[in-house]
């Protein structure tokens, strides 16, 4: 599946979103998903912090079992990629320990680490497959928003990807880099680039689920496109079952024996 990817830069377009739980891992695989990303995002639309700060690797985990089970269950594949959480991957040999412990917990094939090249190589030369991650670094960013305006930090993420490459990252995520910079490092680079609002040229697009799906609605940046309105639905399901109780409506005779 790893390989996958590769085989499709140049191809067609990759599709990429998040997933967090076993019932929406069932469901990505079969509209044609190609990697289910289990993010740390999952801090905000999820767990309800202001940040991914406060995910620790005992969520990640939890959840990437989640969504291991369900996209098991799916009769289409896609490849899940577990995010490694602030503070696991800050020196290589923390780095090694913790990415070891999601793999043996989750039997996941592939991590996503927001770390440097140095960090993802000792990573990948254990023989874990390593998705990279420059631009925007969320984890450790010091505000939010558009990176690599700036000629020197447009370099200076230009040669982290790079670098990445090298270190043997199978795909890189590049977040929040002017459309310029992303289309010249896809072109540059032989593995997929996998982009969120980095623009129409890269290899392939992520988003998170909940934006797509209006689900998440505390903040909403500028590169999100809602496909559908789920809360919707949610309140019209809701609202319902609320009426129908109070009314006495359901349970109906069927929903009893
Ligand atoms: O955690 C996440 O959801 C991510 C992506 C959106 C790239 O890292």
């Known amino acids: 599946m790893v390989d996958i990817l590769r085989f499709l830069k140049g191809q067609r377009k990759i599709v990429?979103?998040?997933?967090?739980?076993?019932?929406?891992?069932?469901?990505?695989?079969?509209?044609?998903?190609?990697?289910?990303?289990?993010?740390?995002s999952l801090g905000m639309v999820v767990l309800g912090y202001n940040s991914t700060h406060f995910v620790t690797i005992e969520d990640m985990i939890r959840h990437t079992q989640a969504v291991m089970r369900g996209e098991a269950k799916a009769s289409g594949s896609s490849?899940?990629?577990a995010d490694m959480p602030i503070g696991t991957c800050d020196t290589p040999k923390s780095a090694l320990k913790h990415c070891r412990r999601m793999v043996a917990e989750t039997e996941v094939k592939a991590v996503k680490i927001e770390g440097n090249a140095e960090v993802c190589k000792v990573v990948i030369d254990s023989g874990i497959a390593v998705m990279g991650h420059t631009g925007l670094k969320p984890q450790t960013a010091q505000k939010m928003g558009i990176c690599g305006k700036q000629t020197k930090e447009a370099q200076a993420i230009f040669d982290e990807a790079i670098a990445l490459e090298k270190a043997g990252c199978f795909a890189l995520v590049l977040e929040c880099v002017p459309?310029?910079?992303?289309?010249?490092?896809?072109?540059?680079?032989?593995?997929?680039t996998i982009g969120i609002g980095a623009g129409p040229d890269c290899d392939g697009q992520i988003l998170v689920t909940h934006d797509i799906l209006g689900l998440f609605t505390d903040f909403q940046p500028k590169f999100v496109k809602q496909y559908g309105n789920v809360r919707q639905s949610i309140e019209k399901a809701v609202r319902g079952f609320v009426g129908e109780v109070k009314s006495g409506v359901f349970p109906g005779d069927v929903h009893h024996s």
């Open 16 to 40: 990429a979103l998040t997933a967090y739980d076993y019932s929406m891992a069932q469901i990505l695989p079969d509209c044609g998903v190609d990697v289910l990303l289990v993010g740390d």
């Open 179 to 192: 459309s310029s910079l992303a289309k010249r490092i896809t072109e540059k680079l032989s593995i997929p």
């Open 79 to 81: 490849l899940v990629v």
